[in-house]
C-alpha cells in the first residue's frame, strides 16, 4: 500500500518540480524537490520489497499448509467414502491450493490499487475539490464497467485453458501409447488427431486474445475519456487563475496514472468467484467422510497386535456376487482362494487389507472380528495389497524394505532376483517415474517381492504373477510354497500357483453349482457354494 | 522382461541417450522458418504495431501542448482543441493496440500451434528403439512440458513484450523530437538497467533453475502420493509420505523466496535508475526552460514521456528470463524435429543395406539347417516371416537372442515359450522391425519389416504389412470409437460395431454412449480384459496379414481368460502370427511351439509332438496341467 501511495506521488512531485523549479527558474528549488522525489523513490522501493517478499512468504506458506492437509486427508487411514479420479485430486492438491492460497496476492494487490486510488483522489482534492470529486465519482463507474466486461473475458480465457490442456493431454496421451501406436502402424491416424485437437485449441486462444485485447482497448478508451474530461477542466481552471501549472501537470498525471489501479480492481470479482471455485472443491475433499464408520473405531485398538503365536485367519461372507464359506488359513499354510469373478476378487481383498469396512463376523483375525478394529489396528495383523499396487520413485531397495534388511529368501521366491541382475545399478537403483519405465513382469516382482518383505503375520497376495511368463510363475509358485512361518492367502485363478496350496477352496456365484474337483495330491480342496 | 531393461539402464544415465536439443543456430533457423511463412502478416503486424505506439505517444505530447496552452494564457477553445485530439489520439492507439495484439496473436499462436503438431508427429515417427533408449518421459516431457513452456512465453509474455519495446523505442524518439538532450538524459538510467539486468540474469538463471526443479520435484511428490495412495496406507506409511511431501514443499518454498530477494533487489536497483533518469530529464527541462529552448509544455511532455516508460522498461526487463526459459524449451523441441530427420535417414541406410544381405544369402538357401530344434515351417510354402542366423545385442557383447533361425508360413500360428529374458519379446520386437539384428537378417512378407510397415502408412490398403499387439495395454482417451479409428481413420460405425462383436466385446453394447463414450484417461476406465479386447478389435481393424501378439492379460477371472483365448483366436484367424504365450492354453491351440532358452531356440514342433518328446515343453506343460486341473474338473 505504501508503495502504491508513493508510486501516486510520482506525478504529483512532477507537477510540483515544474511549478516550483522550472516555473520560477529556480535551481534551488530543482535540489530540494530532487531530494524529495528521490526520498519518495526510496520509500517506494523499501515499501514494494517488503511487501513482496511477505507477501511471497504469505503465499507459499498458506499454500504449503493447504497442501498438506490435503495429503493428509487423502492418506488418512479410514479412507475416503467416495472416491474420486487420481487426476482429480491431483489438482486439488496442487492447482486448487495454490489458488487458495492466492487470496494472499489478491488482497495486497487490490489493497494497493485502492490505496492508488485513494492517493490520487486525495491529492487531486488538495488541489481542486471539483477534480477530486471527479475522480471518486468516476471510480465506481469504471470499476462497474470493467467487472461487467471482465466476466465474459474469463468465460473466454477458461474455455481456452480448457482446450489447451485438453490438446496437451492427447500429446501425452498418444505418446505414452506409443508403444501401441507403433505396433499398429498409427502414427498417422494418431498425429492426424492431434492435428485437430491443437487447431480446436489455437481457435480457443484467439478468441480469448481477442476479448482480453478488447477488454484493454475498452479500458483505454475509458481511461482516455477520463484524461480529456480532467485535462480539460483542470486546464481551464488553470487558465481562469484557480490552480497552477504545477498542479495541472500533476492532476493530468495523476489521471494517466489512475488508469492501471482501476483496471485491475474491475477484475476483483472475477478473482474472488475463480478462488471462491477452488476453495469449494478444496473443503468438500477435506470434508470427505470416511469409508469406516468412526463407531466401529475404537473397540479393540491396542488389544489386538501381532502376537508371535498368531496368523491364523477365518474368512466367510459375500464379496461382490460371489458368496464364500468360511475359509482358514494358518502359520504356515498356503490357501488358495477362486474367484471367477475379478471384481468380486477385488472387493474380497479391499476388506481384507481394511480399504473396505468389513461385514461384521466375515473376517476373524485371531479370534478377533476385524470389522471391530480401526483399520490401523487391522492392517498390523493383515497385509493385503490391492493388485495394482503402486512403487515409489526412489531407490528399489527402499521400495522392498524402507525399514529393515533386506531378506534374500524373500527376494528369491519373488523373483527379484532375477529382475535386480537387469537392473544397472541392482537394488541401488533409482526407479522413475514410479517404476512406470520398468516392464510389468519387472514391476509385479518387485511388488511381489515388497510384500513379501512385510512383518505382518498373515499374508493376502491378489494374482501375483499375471505379468510374468509360466516359467517364471513356476518359479514364484514354488517359492511362495517354501516361504516359512507364514499365513499365505492367495487370491488367484492361476493354476500354477493353485498347484501349490494346500487348500484352494473356489467360490460360485448364484446357486449351488456342482463342480467337482480333483486337486493335487497334496491339496485338500473343497467348494463352497453360495 | 530383459528387453526392457536397457531403457532403464539409460534412465539411469540420461545424459548419453536423451533425444537431441538443438542448438542455437538450429533452433533461430527454424524460427525464422516459421515466421517467413507468415511474413505478410508479419509486415501488417509490425506497421499497426508501430502506428499504435505512435498514437500512443500523441498523449503526453498533447497533454504537454495543453500544459503550454496554460503557461503561455491561450484560449478555451485551444484547450477544447487539444482535449479533443487527445481523445482522438486515445481511441487511435486503443483501436490500432486491439488489432495489433489479435494480428501479433495469430502469428504467434499459429506459429505455435504448427511447431507442437511438427513436434508431436515427429515424437511418434521416432524409431521405437531410439524412443525406448530415451525413455518415454523424456518425449512425454518434451510435448506436454516444454509445449506448456514455450505456449507460456509466446502467448502470455512475447505479445507484451514486443508491444513494450515499441513503446520504449518510439517514446526515446519522442523525446529526442522535443530536443535531443531529452533523449539523451533518459538514457542516463540506462548504464544502471543493463548492469542490473546483467546481475540479476547471473544471479537468478541458477537460482530459478533450482526452483524450477524444486518445484517439479514437489509436484512429482503429490503426484506420487495421491496416485498411490492406497498403497501407501496399505503400507502404512501415511506419515512418511506426508513427510516427503512437506520436505519437498519446504524446500520449493525456500527457493523461491531466495529468487524473490535477488527479484526484489533487482527491481530497487530499476528503481534507483528510473530516478535516475526522471531526475536527470526533469534537471535538463530546468536547464532548457532556463535558456528559453523549450517550453514549459515540451519539458512537462518530456517529463511524463519518461513517467510512461516506467511500466514497458518493468516489462521488458522482467520478463527477460521467461524469454530465456521458453528458448531452452524451444531448443528441446527443435530437437525432437531434428531428431526424426536424421534418424530417418539412418534407418533408411540401414534397411536397404539389411536388403541387400538377405537376398543374397537368405531367400536362396532357406535355413532348413542342421541346427538343433529346427524352426522351419510346419506347413506352407512361402514364409511371411523369416529369421535367418538373427543375433542380437541392446549392448554389444551381451546378445540376448543368439542365431535363432525361425520361419513362420503363411497362415501359421507359432508360440513362443520361455522363460523372461530368454528373447521371446527381443524376437518379437525383431520381427516387427523395431530391433535391427546384430547379425543374420529379418525379413517379413519378403521385405525388410521396417519398410513394410512404413509403405502401410502410406497406402491404407487392408490385408498388407504387420502389426504388434504389444504386452502393454493402452486405452487412448478419447471416444470409444476415436479410439479405434486410430487402426482404421476411415472405418464406418458399423465396422467398428462388428469388430467389437468379433472380439466377443458385448460390453460395448451397454456403454452409456455407445461408440461416443469417453473412455482412458479422465474417461470410462476399462478393466484390463477390456482394454485388451479392445487393443484386439483395433487388430481386427487394421487387418494386417501378419500379427505380433504380445499379450499378457491380467486381473482377469477364469472366465474372463477363456474369453480372451477365443477374441485373440478371432482375431487372429486367417492371419499369420507369432503368440507370445503367456499362458500355454495360448500355446496348446497354436499349430507350432517354439521353446527359446538363453536367447536360444531348443525345441521346436507342435504340442503334441513335444509333449510326447518329454523335453523341456513337455515339464512345463505338466506343471500347468496340474494346476489348471485344480479348476477344470
Redesign the interface.
Given at each position: 500500500m505504501v508503495h502504491q501511495v508513493a508510486e501516486a506521488l510520482?506525478?504529483v512531485l512532477?507537477g510540483v518540480?515544474?511549478d516550483r523549479?522550472?516555473?520560477p527558474?529556480d535551481?534551488a528549488a530543482?535540489g530540494l524537490w530532487?531530494g524529495v522525489?528521490?526520498a519518495v523513490?526510496l520509500v517506494?522501493?523499501?515499501a514494494?520489497?517488503i511487501g513482496?517478499?511477505s507477501t511471497?512468504?504469505a503465499f507459499?506458506?498458506a499454500a504449503?499448509d493447504l497442501?498438506?492437509l490435503t495429503?493428509?486427508r487423502?492418506?488418512?487411514?479410514r479412507?475416503m467414502a467416495h472416491r474420486r479420479?487420481?487426476?482429480e485430486?491431483?489438482t486439488i492438491?496442487?492447482s486448487d491450493t495454490n489458488r487458495v492460497a492466492g487470496i494472499a496476492w489478491l488482497v495486497t494487490g487490490q489493497l494497493g490499487a485502492l490505496a492508488a486510488i485513494g492517493t490520487t483522489a486525495v491529492s487531486l482534492l488538495l488541489v481542486s475539490v471539483p477534480l477530486g470529486v471527479a475522480v471518486l465519482v468516476a471510480t465506481p463507474v469504471m470499476l462497474l464497467v470493467m467487472h461487467r466486461l471482465s466476466v465474459p473475458l474469463e468465460a473466454r480465457s477458461e474455455a481456452e485453458q480448457e482446450t489447451?490442456a485438453r490438446?496437451?493431454?492427447?500429446?501425452?496421451?498418444?505418446?505414452?501409447?506409443?508403444?501401441?501406436?507403433?505396433?499398429?502402424?498409427?502414427?498417422?491416424?494418431?498425429?492426424?488427431?492431434?492435428?485437430r485437437a491443437?487447431?480446436g485449441?489455437?481457435a480457443a486462444?484467439?478468441r480469448a486474445?481477442?476479448s482480453?485485447?478488447?477488454y484493454?482497448?475498452?479500458s483505454?478508451?475509458l481511461?482516455?475519456?477520463f484524461?480529456?474530461?480532467v485535462?480539460?477542466f483542470a486546464?481551464?481552471m488553470?487558465?481562469a487563475g484557480q490552480i497552477t501549472?504545477g498542479e495541472?501537470?500533476a492532476v493530468?498525471?495523476l489521471a494517466?496514472?489512475v488508469q492501471?489501479p482501476m483496471s485491475r480492481t474491475g477484475f476483483l470479482g472475477v478473482e474472488l468467484a475463480q478462488k471462491r471455485a477452488s476453495a469449494r472443491r478444496l473443503l468438500r475433499l477435506l470434508g470427505e467422510p470416511t469409508v469406516h464408520s468412526s463407531a466401529a473405531r475404537p473397540v479393540h485398538t491396542g488389544a489386538a497386535g501381532a502376537t508371535p503365536s498368531g496368523g491364523s485367519m477365518t474368512v466367510a461372507g459375500t464379496f461382490g456376487g460371489s458368496a464364500l464359506g468360511p475359509v482358514t488359513v494358518r502359520r504356515g499354510q498356503v490357501v488358495g482362494i477362486?474367484?471367477?469373478?475379478?471384481?468380486d476378487?477385488?472387493a474380497l481383498v479391499d476388506v481384507l487389507?481394511c480399504?473396505a469396512p468389513a461385514p461384521p463376523g466375515a473376517v476373524v483375525v485371531d479370534g478377533t472380528d476385524l470389522s471391530t478394529l480401526d483399520?490401523?489396528t487391522g492392517?498390523?495383523l493383515v497385509?493385503?495389497?490391492?493388485?495394482?499396487?503402486?512403487?515409489?520413485?526412489t531407490t528399489v531397495r527402499d521400495n522392498l524394505a524402507?525399514d529393515g534388511p533386506l531378506d534374500p529368501r524373500a527376494l528369491d521366491a519373488s523373483g527379484t532376483t532375477?529382475v535386480l541382475g537387469?537392473?544397472?545399478?541392482g537394488l541401488d537403483?533409482?526407479l522413475?517415474?514410479?517404476g512406470?519405465?520398468?516392464?510389468?513382469?519387472?514391476r509385479q516382482r518387485l511388488v511381489l517381492g515388497?510384500a513379501l518383505h512385510?512383518p505382518e503375520p498373515v499374508l493376502v497376495l491378489h494374482?501375483p504373477t499375471?505379468?510374468?511368463?509360466?516359467?517364471?510363475e513356476?518359479?514364484i509358485?514354488a517359492g511362495l510354497r517354501d516361504l516359512p512361518d507364514r499365513a499365505l492367502l492367495l487370491v488367484t485363478?492361476?493354476?500354477?500357483?493353485?498347484?501349490v496350496c494346500d487348500h484352494?477352496v473356489?467360490a460360485v456365484s448364484g446357486a449351488a453349482g456342482g463342480?467337482?474337483?480333483?486337486?493335487?495330491s497334496d491339496?485338500d480342496?473343497e467348494l463352497v457354494a453360495s | 522382461?530383459?528387453?526392457?531393461?536397457p531403457?532403464?539402464?539409460d534412465?539411469?544415465?540420461p545424459a548419453h541417450e536423451i533425444l537431441p536439443v538443438a542448438t542455437t543456430a538450429a533452433t533461430n533457423a527454424a524460427l525464422w522458418r516459421m515466421l517467413t511463412r507468415r511474413r505478410w502478416l508479419f509486415a501488417g503486424t509490425v506497421a499497426v504495431l508501430l502506428a499504435g505506439s505512435v498514437a500512443g505517444l500523441a498523449?503526453p505530447a498533447l497533454?504537454g501542448a495543453?500544459?503550454n496552452?496554460?503557461?503561455e494564457?491561450?484560449e478555451?477553445s485551444d484547450?477544447?482543441r487539444?482535449?479533443?485530439l487527445?481523445?482522438g489520439?486515445?481511441?487511435l492507439?486503443?483501436?490500432l493496440?486491439?488489432l495489433g495484439?489479435?494480428l501479433l496473436?495469430?502469428i504467434c499462436?499459429?506459429a505455435?500451434?504448427d511447431l507442437?503438431?511438427d513436434v508431436?508427429?515427429s515424437?511418434?515417427?521416432l524409431p521405437?528403439e531410439q524412443?525406448e533408449r530415451a525413455?518415454?518421459?523424456d518425449?512425454?516431457a518434451r510435448?506436454?512440458g516444454d509445449?506448456?513452456a514455450v505456449?507460456e512465453a509466446i502467448?502470455g509474455v512475447l505479445?507484451a513484450v514486443t508491444s513494450a519495446a515499441f513503446t520504449i523505442v518510439l517514446t526515446l524518439v519522442g523525446l529526442g523530437a522535443l530536443d535531443w538532450r531529452f533523449a539523451l538524459a533518459a538514457i542516463a538510467a540506462a548504464p544502471l538497467q543493463v548492469v542490473s539486468l546483467r546481475w540479476f540474469l547471473r544471479r537468478s538463471g541458477p537460482v530459478y533453475r533450482e526452483v524450477r526443479v524444486a518445484e517439479a520435484q514437489r509436484?512429482?511428490q503429490?503426484?506420487?502420493?495421491?496416485?498411490?495412495?492406497?498403497?501407501?496406507?496399505?503400507?502404512?506409511?501415511?506419515d512418511?509420505?506426508?513427510t516427503l511431501?512437506?520436505r519437498s514443499?519446504?524446500r520449493a518454498?525456500d527457493l523461491?523466496?531466495t529468487g524473490?530477494?535477488l527479484?526484489?533487489?533487482f527491481?530497487?536497483r530499476l528503481?534507483?535508475a528510473?530516478?535516475i533518469g526522471?531526475?536527470a530529464v526533469?534537471?535538463v527541462?530546468?536547464w532548457l526552460?532556463?535558456g528559453d529552448a523549450v517550453t514549459?509544455g515540451a519539458?512537462?511532455a518530456a517529463?511524463?514521456y519518461f513517467?510512461?516508460l516506467f511500466?514497458p522498461i518493468g516489462t521488458v526487463l522482467g520478463e527477460f528470463d521467461e524469454i530465456q526459459k521458453a528458448g531452452a524449451g524451444l531448443a528441446r523441441l527443435v530437437g525432437v524435429t531434428t531428431a526424426t530427420a536424421t534418424a530417418g535417414t539412418a534407418e533408411g541406410d540401414a534397411l536397404s543395406a539389411e536388403g541387400d544381405r538377405i537376398s543374397a544369402g537368405g531367400d536362396e538357401n532357406p535355413a532348413q539347417g542342421d541346427r538343433p530344434g529346427p524352426a522351419a515351417t510346419s506347413r506352407g510354402t512361402r514364409s511371411a516371416v523369416a529369421l535367418r542366423g538373427v543375433t542380437f545385442a541392446y549392448t554389444p557383447g551381451r546378445d540376448v537372442v543368439t542365431e535363432v533361425d525361425l520361419d513362420v508360413a503363411e497362415g501359421e500360428h507359432v508360440a513362443l515359450?520361455?522363460?523372461?529374458?530368454?528373447g521371446?519379446t527381443s524376437v518379437a520386437k525383431l520381427a516387427?522391425g523395431?530391433h535391427r539384428p546384430t547379425r543374420g537378417a529379418v525379413r517379413v512378407l519378403g521385405e525388410a519389416p521396417g519398410r513394410r510397415?512404413?509403405a502401410?502408412?502410406d497406402s491404407p490398403g487392408r490385408r498388407h504389412?504387420a502389426?504388434?499387439?504389444?504386452?502393454?495395454?493402452?486405452v487412448?482417451?478419447?471416444t470409444l470409437a476415436?479410439d479405434l479409428?486410430?487402426?482404421a481413420?476411415d472405418a464406418s460405425d458399423a465396422e467398428l460395431t462388428a469388430a467389437l462383436d468379433a472380439v466377443e466385446a458385448h460390453w460395448a453394447h451397454d456403454l452409456p454412449d455407445g461408440l461416443a463414450t469417453v473412455v482412458?484417461?479422465?474417461g470410462l476406465d476399462l478393466?484390463p480384459?477390456r482394454a485388451q479386447q479392445l487393443?484386439l478389435a483395433?487388430?481386427v481393424l487394421?487387418d494386417p496379414a501378419v500379427v505380433?501378439l504380445d499379450e499378457?492379460?491380467?486381473?482377469?477371472?477364469?472366465?474372463?481368460?477363456a474369453a480372451l483365448d477365443r477374441a485373440a483366436r478371432a482375431a487372429l484367424s486367417g492371419r499369420t502370427a507369432v503368440v507370445i504365450?503367456?499362458?500355454?492354453s495360448q500355446a496348446r491351440t497354436a499349430d507350432r511351439v517354439v521353446v527359446m532358452e538363453a536367447g536360444r531356440i531348443v525345441e521346436s514342433g507342435t504340442h503334441d509332438a513335444l509333449c510326447e518328446a518329454g523335453g523341456r515343453y513337455a515339464q512345463?506343460w505338466a506343471?500347468?496341467?496340474?494346476?489348471?486341473?485344480?479348476?477344470r474338473?
Open positions: 510520482v506525478p512532477i518540480v515544474v523549479a522550472i516555473m527558474r535551481g530543482l530532487l522525489l528521490a523513490f517506494l522501493t523499501m514494494w520489497r513482496m517478499r511471497v512468504r507459499s506458506f504449503h497442501r498438506q495429503v493428509a487423502v492418506l488418512d487411514q479412507g479420479a487420481a487426476g485430486t491431483l492438491a496442487s489447451a490438446a496437451g493431454g492427447l500429446a501425452t496421451d498418444l505418446v505414452t501409447g506409443l508403444r501401441v501406436l507403433k505396433g499398429l502402424g498409427a502414427e498417422q491416424a494418431a498425429s492426424d488427431r492431434y492435428r491443437s487447431r485449441s489455437l486462444a484467439l486474445v481477442r482480453r485485447a478488447a484493454q482497448a475498452v483505454e478508451v481511461s482516455v475519456v484524461l480529456a474530461v485535462a480539460l486546464g481551464r488553470a487558465l501549472v495541472l501537470v493530468v498525471g494517466q496514472f492501471e477362486v474367484l471367477p469373478d475379478a471384481g476378487a477385488a487389507g480399504r483399520p490401523a492392517r498390523t497385509f493385503a495389497a490391492r493388485h495394482d499396487a503402486s512403487l515409489f520413485s524402507p532375477e537387469h537392473l544397472p545399478d537403483t533409482h522413475t517415474g514410479r512406470q519405465y520398468l516392464s510389468g513382469g519387472q515388497r512385510r494374482d499375471t505379468a510374468v511368463d509360466t516359467v517364471t513356476a518359479r509358485a485363478t492361476s493354476p500354477t500357483l493353485l498347484a484352494v473356489v463342480t467337482g474337483l480333483d486337486g493335487s491339496a480342496v | 522382461m530383459s528387453a526392457h531393461a531403457s532403464v539402464a534412465r539411469a544415465a498523449t497533454l495543453l500544459v496552452v496554460v503557461a494564457g491561450g478555451t484547450l477544447v487539444y482535449a479533443l487527445l481523445l489520439a486515445g481511441v492507439s486503443a483501436g493496440g486491439y495484439q489479435t496473436a495469430r499462436e499459429g505455435l500451434a507442437r503438431e508431436l508427429a515424437a511418434l515417427d521405437l524412443v525413455g518415454v518421459g518425449v512425454v510435448v506436454s509445449v506448456d505456449s502467448s505479445p509436484t512429482e503429490v503426484i506420487e502420493t495421491v496416485a498411490g495412495a492406497t498403497t501407501v496406507t496399505t503400507l502404512g506409511h501415511g512418511r509420505h506426508e511431501v512437506a514443499s519446504l518454498i523461491s523466496l524473490i530477494g527479484l526484489t533487489r527491481y530497487n528503481n534507483v528510473e530516478l526522471l531526475g526533469l534537471a527541462g530546468f526552460v532556463s514549459v519539458a512537462t517529463a511524463l513517467h510512461r511500466g515359450v520361455g522363460a523372461s529374458g530368454a521371446k516387427m523395431i510397415r512404413r502401410m502408412n504389412g502389426a504388434m499387439v504389444s504386452q502393454e495395454v493402452h487412448f482417451s478419447g476415436e479409428r486410430l487402426a481413420p482412458g484417461a479422465g478393466s480384459d487393443a483395433r487388430i487394421l505380433v499378457a492379460t491380467a486381473e482377469v477371472g477364469t472366465d474372463g481368460a504365450a503367456h499362458r500355454l512345463l506343471a500347468w496341467e496340474r494346476g489348471a486341473g485344480d479348476r474338473g
